[in-house]
């Protein structure tokens, strides 16, 4: 098992720059994937980025590509998504997710069905 708990969410300025932060306790932290996903209100969920077990690799969205950029501590248990030049529709509930799946050097998980693990999702509203 593994217990995600998000923060740093909150109300930011369009422009502005916000990170949040993906804290994971239970197995071990070093061997999964974590992935970042945001769901707006009436939209599905979406696929903002993932980041391989070393932290060696990283996967963007297009949302997210240019913008955003995830990273993790594998001594801290915490991953983190930075981001900058934030816009109004950024506005969502921001989960992380976490999977021990592997398929490849190459593969990342992108879809909310490969994750086994979700955190409660933090609030992130960007004002215009």
């Known amino acids: 098992q593994v217990q995600l708990v998000e923060s740093g969410g909150g109300l930011v300025q369009a422009g502005g720059s916000l990170r949040i932060s993906c804290a994971a306790s239970?197995?071990?932290?070093?061997?999964?994937?974590m992935g970042w996903f945001r769901q707006a209100p009436g939209k599905e969920r979406e696929f903002v980025t993932a980041i391989s077990p070393s932290g060696s690799g990283t996967y963007y969205g297009n949302a997210a590509k240019g913008r955003f950029t995830i990273s993790r501590d594998n001594v801290k248990n915490t991953a983190y998504l930075q981001m900058n030049s934030l816009k109004p529709e950024d506005t969502a509930v921001y989960y992380c997710?976490?999977?021990?799946?592997?398929?490849?050097?190459?593969?990342?998980?992108?879809?909310?069905?490969?994750?086994?693990?979700w955190g409660q999702g933090t609030q992130v509203t960007v004002s215009s």
């Open positions: 997710a976490a999977t021990f799946s592997s398929r490849g050097s190459r593969w990342y998980p992108t879809s909310a069905e490969e994750y086994e693990y």
């Open positions: 239970g197995r071990t932290f070093s061997g999964c994937f």
